[in-house]
Every structure is written in C-alpha cells, then in structure tokens.
C-alpha cells in the first residue's frame, strides 16, 4: 500500500474496535490485538473476573501479569506514532496544538528531533536554541510521502522513561525494557539486546507453526470421517422427512375419505329427520280436530233433551261418517326409520396391516439392496453407500448420496408432482432412465447420468443428526470503501433479492446484490435529517428501509434509493423517546417493533411514529436486543439474561428458551432472530459464535458456525435473512463480512 493510500484510510487503522472512537492509551494484548486502556477496564470489571481478560477480537482468553493491573500490559507504540500523525493529516482542516506554548495553530511545523509539533510563532524560538541547530523541522503544509516515511520510522519507546528508546529484554521480568529501567528497576537481572532476543522469538514461533501444521495434517482423516458420519446424518434426516411426508399424506387421504362417508350420513339422516317432522305435524293436526270433536259431541250430550239428539244433523252424520271409514288403528313404529349401518372394507384394512409403509433402499455399487428389521437408526450401511432420495430442485430431480453428492441428475422434464415411487433402469452404458407418473403430467421419463463414486462395505453403525449448513459464499472485509464494513450489525432483503446491511462502524448503509456486488450506500456519521450515529436494526417496508439510527436515539426511514423521509424518536425514558434501539422488525399489521435496549423494554409504533403499546411488563426484560412477531407469538432476544423469551399478542409471557452457557441450546449473548419457510427460529449465538435452529416450541434442532475467520466458521453472528432461494446471511460483527449458507 502506497503511503496516499494508507493516509486515506489511516482512520480505519487508529479506531478502537470496541468504542469506535480514536485510540486513547492502546495497549496491546498477546494476540497482538490492541484496544483503549479504558476500553479494557471497562470489560475487565462488566466480566468480574481480575486476573484474566478475554479479547473483543479473536476471542482469546489471557492472563493479565502485575495481578490483574491493566496498565502493565504493553502500549502499542505504533498505534501512538499513527495517532501523532492525525495532526499531519488534519492540518489544513484544523489546528494543531504546538508542543511548547500549548496553543492550537493551523500554521505549524513538525520537528523530526523533538518529535513535536512548533507553531509559527515559537518555532524561532526552537531554532535560536544553540543545542537544536542541527535540528529538522518542516512546515506541515509542506509534507511530502518521504517525510511521511520518516515520520513513522520512529523508535520504540519506554513506556516508564519517556523518550528512551526499548533495546534490551530482561529475562528475569521476560519484558522489554529500556537503559534507564536497566539501571534502575532491573539492575542484577540477566538482560539480552532487545534485537537478539526478538530473533530467538520468531524462531520459536516458526517451530511452533510448523509442529501445528504436521499436527493438522494427522487430523485431516479423522476430521474427514467425522464429516462423512455427519453427511450420512443429514441424508437419513432426507429420508425421515420424505417418509413423514408420505405418512401425512396416506393420512390425509384416509380422512377425506373419512369424512366423505360422514357427510353421507349426514345428509341421509336429515332426510329421514325431516320426513319424520312432517309426519308428525300431520298427526298433530288431526288428534287436534278431533279433541274439537269431542268437546262439541259433550257440550251435545249434557246440554241436548232426547228429541234434540234425534233431530237430523249434519254433524252427527259426518261423525258417523268418519266413524265407519276408519280402519284399525296403525301402528306407527319405524314408519319413515332408516337403519343406519357401517359396512368395513376389510379387504383394504387387511391390505393396510399386511402391506409396509414403504422401504429404505440403499445402493452401493449401483446394486440396489434393501435395509429391513429394526429401522433407519438401528440400519448397518455402508459408510459411502449412496442413500437413493429423489429431491426437487430447481434444476430438477436429484439423487444424492451419503456424502450429499449429486450422484443423478433428472433435467428436462415438466413433472410438478411425483406421485409415484420413480423406476431407475441401467442401461448398461454408464446411463439410467427414469420413469415415474406425476399428477400434472402423467408418466414422464428422463435420461441421467452418474457422477458419484461407491465403496463397498463398512461395519460402522450410523446415528441420525439434523441437516448440515454448507457455506456457499463470503463478501465484505474491513475497511470503509464500497463492499466493505467496520462492525456490521443488522440485516434485511428486499423482494428483488437486495441485501441491506447496518454497516454499523461505517455509520452507513449499504445495499448489495446476493453475490455480493455494491449497489449503493447512503448516509455518513452526523445528527442531521438522513445523517446516522452508529446504525444496529434494518428492515424494509412497503418500498421503504427503515433504519435504528442507535446513538442518536432515533428510528430513520429513507425510501429504497436511500432519500430521507422522516423521523421519530429521541433519547429519554417516556413511551416516545428511546434509548439506545437496536433491533428493528415489522408486525403483521405493518408497525415497527423496536428494541429499546437501555430502556429495557420493546415498543411498537405506527410507521409514522406513533406509539402503540408495549411488549411484556415492566421488568420483563435486562437488554432486549431484537423482537419478532411470528403466528400469534412474540419473540425476544434478551442479551442481558442470555435467553430468548416468548409471549401471545395479549402480551401474556408464556415461556424462555435457553439460559447462559456454550451447550447446546444455551446462549452467550443471543442477538438477532429470524423464523424460516419452515417455521424454524434462527437465533445469532454472538460470543458462542454460532447460530443455533429451534423449534417454536423451544425444542433445539441443530446449529452452524464456529470461533475462526476462515470459511465454514462463523465469528460473532449478529443477524440472519433468507434469499428467495431459500440459503441465509449471516452478518459477522468481528470478521466484518456477510456470508452465505445453504
């Protein structure tokens, strides 16, 4: 890097990485990571423990000597000589303070001496002093690369003894020191050039790297069959899911035909129901006639002399009438009655428990066999045997083995629906045909190919696990230009598969393709409309980026090419004001749900600011991190309390998953949250560097990522989103990059 180049950027390299601000007392830890001296007292004291510290950076526990006193560890000279160099670089846009009256001038020199800085007006005086004629200083404004390259080639200095340069190492205290501390604090002790003793050093070093390097490479084939054993897992995990769905279906089929006969039922019951009700209403009618009747012929009998009765009536014959006519009475029992009766169909019941669910075929040597007896778990395979499982992906049908290799691939048919078992036919020419009917489009066939390799025989007893994450991709790294993060923080993706990202050190956001490639960035560090202070939650909206603008106590929402709208929110303790938010999601009504961390509570707001109510009780929370609404279910990241908690939209707590610790399902600071097409709850485990995969119910289900920088390893999660394919990003706070799984 030319010497322009690093001046440009020379703020990315004097930064504290925890406080973000300028270094003030760097001191060095073994790791050789640097932080401010008050940044580590800071860690030291939140972690109760004195006598060690464990690094922001790498993760890296060490011992603290002088029994836990900070101020011994090493100070990074090179930090400070950077520091020194600000004014340089600043100087034709603010003061510099002189190094003898104190005064802040914007016409300065640099004396590369005195390794001060002179104004105008005491730099005469600094060249009539008799003892500093040979002395060089130079106007700042008249700085050139090669200036620059000897202002940094300054020594090392005394941390004790100011200005004295460190040239030997004591053996005894195994620290550098200079001359004076040699006389004075080390005096008797074996000491060796400071020089001598470095190169002793590398050569240790360089025994070291070498020893680890035979070591991994003994470990290559252990590590290589535990990732066999693990992709077995992952294919019989396939091929539970694939028997589960073939279950619910078989049921699904059976209750339709279920509930076909009990709608017949149904209908044939109403009918004879209905029947019945109308029969007995013809009955009413006419015992009710008759009750009039009789009433009439009484009122006849008492109130009638002998020859009224035998005058004529036209009544009384009727009467008589109907008399004759009626028949013996009939009995009405089971008039109109259906017998309802249930015919089995014994033929399919017997089929049903003579008949097997289906069968677990596996291939080794492209010789299909079938495993029998006890199940999958308890099932003896070949480590390398190629697990046949038909999947559907977007290129097709695909048949994987063990290894998760693609060993057939089906391309170039229509089918939507396999609905039966497919039919594989070796064509004896390195080829196979396919065959299988489908709903849409009836029998197809396909030619594959084969890819895969196979061998033959192990005695190895497998034992299912969840699927596997597979890293497919990494872009960012740190820095301030285009594509590249300080502390990323929040995450989200559009419907057009644009990644946002709460480039949190940067005080921007940046919007980037799914590979990777930098779209735009908007927004610079600042406290006016559109300007961000540290920026944690992201989420879009209805064409909108809506943005935690965290230390200006604010939420910020631009539109999708990063135009400021508007603005709610300022710091304080009421329903209104925030303090510290972080995490940011949207309701199912289109609210903004916002963690407002250092007031311990979750609030939700209207999309123009205005407040609507609480998550949770007072109390309920330490440090809420990231709230999301999922079903009827509100789900909490508690930092503070190491666990996530769970609530119903009446805002009842119903329960928590997890507590502090590296175990499965156990958290050490939880972070972001996110639910997948499948229901399943990702949570960024940030300082156990992983992310682990729930059930909503609590129930863990598996984790990816790991302590590291390289690939497949994850280094401080701090959000996840999916892309419409179904892989997920991850934001790494302390790799300063997004990564990609599937």
Same mark, same amino acid.
């Given at each position: 890097m030319d010497i322009k180049t690093f001046l440009d950027n020379i703020y990315e390299h004097v930064c504290c990485p925890v406080c973000t601000n300028r270094f003030t007392d760097p001191k060095l830890l073994p790791c050789l990571h640097s932080f401010c001296l008050h940044c580590l007292q800071r860690i030291q004291a939140t972690s109760g423990i004195r006598d060690t510290i464990l690094c922001p950076e790498c993760r890296r526990n060490f011992t603290i000597p002088g029994n836990g006193d900070l101020n011994t560890l090493p100070t990074n000279f090179r930090l400070n000589s950077l520091l020194d160099a600000l004014p340089v670089t600043e100087c034709k846009t603010s003061d510099v303070k002189c190094g003898n009256c104190d005064k802040r001038r914007q016409e300065s020199a640099y004396c590369f001496n005195c390794c001060s800085f002179w104004c105008h007006e005491c730099l005469p005086l600094h060249k009539g002093i008799k003892s500093f004629k040979e002395h060089h200083a130079l106007a700042l404004k008249d700085f050139g690369d090669e200036d620059f390259d000897n202002f940094f080639k300054l020594r090392t200095f005394c941390a004790k003894h100011e200005k004295k340069e460190l040239e030997l190492f004591c053996q005894v205290c195994k620290t550098t020191i200079c001359n004076s501390c040699a006389l004075i604090d080390h005096e008797g002790h074996a000491k060796i050039a400071l020089e001598d003793a470095a190169k002793e050093q590398r050569l240790r070093i360089n025994r070291t790297i070498e020893s680890k390097k035979r070591k991994v490479q003994k470990e290559t084939r252990i590590a290589k069959l535990g990732e066999n054993c693990s992709q077995v897992q992952e294919g019989a995990e396939r091929v539970k899911s694939e028997?589960? #769905? $073939? &279950?619910?279906? *078989?049921?699904?089929?059976?209750?339709t035909k279920k509930n076909k006969i009990l709608d017949e039922v149904e209908k044939k019951a109403k009918q004879c129901l209905e029947r019945l009700g109308d029969k007995r209403q013809e009955i009413e009618e006419e015992m009710q006639r008759d009750q009039t009747e009789i009433e009439k012929c009484d009122k006849m009998l008492k109130r009638s002399t002998n020859a009224q009765i035998m005058e004529p009536s036209e009544f009384l014959d009727q009467l008589f009438r109907e008399e004759s006519e009626q028949e013996d009475t009939v009995? *009405? &029992? !089971?008039?109109?009655?259906?017998? $309802?009766a249930f015919e089995r169909n014994e033929q399919l019941f017997n089929d049903v428990q003579a008949e097997e669910l289906g069968f677990l075929k596996i291939k080794t040597n492209l010789e299909e066999s079938t495993v029998e007896g006890k199940g999958i778990s308890e099932g003896t395979v070949g480590l390398l045997a190629e697990i046949v499982v038909i999947t559907r992906n977007i290129m097709g049908e695909q048949v994987y083995d063990q290894n998760n290799h693609v060993t057939m691939e089906i391309r170039n048919h229509d089918a939507q629906d396999c609905s039966t078992k497919p039919q594989i036919h070796d064509n004896k020419d390195g080829s196979y045909k396919i065959s299988y009917f489908a709903k849409e489009t009836g029998t197809c066939q396909a030619s594959v190919k084969v890819n895969g390799q196979h061998v033959r025989g192990s005695p190895f007893k497998t034992e299912f696990k969840p699927r596997l994450f597979k890293p497919v991709l990494s872009f960012g790294g740190r820095g301030s230009a285009p594509g590249i $993060?300080?502390?990323?923080?929040?995450?989200?993706?559009? +419907? #057009? +598969?644009?990644?946002?990202?709460? +480039?949190? !050190?940067n005080h921007r956001i940046q919007i980037l393709l799914s590979d990777g490639t930098h779209l735009r960035s908007f927004g610079r560090k600042g406290n006016q409309q559109g300007q961000l202070n540290s920026v944690h939650g992201i989420t879009f909206y209805d064409n909108k980026i809506i943005v935690s603008d965290t230390y200006n106590y604010r939420i910020q929402v631009f539109d999708d090419q990063g135009n400021y709208l508007h603005q709610f929110g300022e710091k304080g303790k009421l329903n209104h004001q925030l303090d510290r938010p972080s995490g940011l999601s949207i309701d199912r009504d289109g609210n903004i749900i916002v963690a407002d961390s250092n007031n311990k509570s979750i609030k939700i707001f209207t999309l123009d600011g205005q407040f609507l109510r609480r998550i949770g009780e007072e109390g309920s929370f330490i440090s809420p991190v990231h709230c999301i609404q999922h079903d009827n279910y509100f789900i909490v990241s508690d930092n503070g309390d190491h666990c996530v908690k769970v609530f119903d939209k009446q805002n009842k707590f119903l329960y928590k998953i997890g507590m502090r610790g590296p175990g499965d399902g156990e958290f050490k600071s939880p972070r972001c949250l996110s639910v997948d097409k499948a229901g399943h709850l990702l949570i960024c485990d940030l300082l156990n560097d992983r992310v682990q995969v729930f059930k909503l119910n609590g129930e863990f289900i598996t984790k990816f990522g790991a302590s590291g920088k390289e690939n497949e390893t994850i280094n401080g999660p701090m959000s996840t989103a999916f892309l419409s394919n179904g892989r997920i990003i991850v934001t790494e706070f302390y790799s300063h990059r997004v990564q990609v799984f599937e």
């Open positions: 028997v589960q #769905k $073939f &279950t619910e279906n *078989l049921i699904a089929a059976i209750e009995d *009405l &029992t !089971g008039e109109n009655v259906i017998d $309802f $993060f300080v502390w990323p923080w929040g995450i989200a993706v559009n +419907d #057009k +598969d644009e990644i946002a990202v709460a +480039d949190n !050190g």
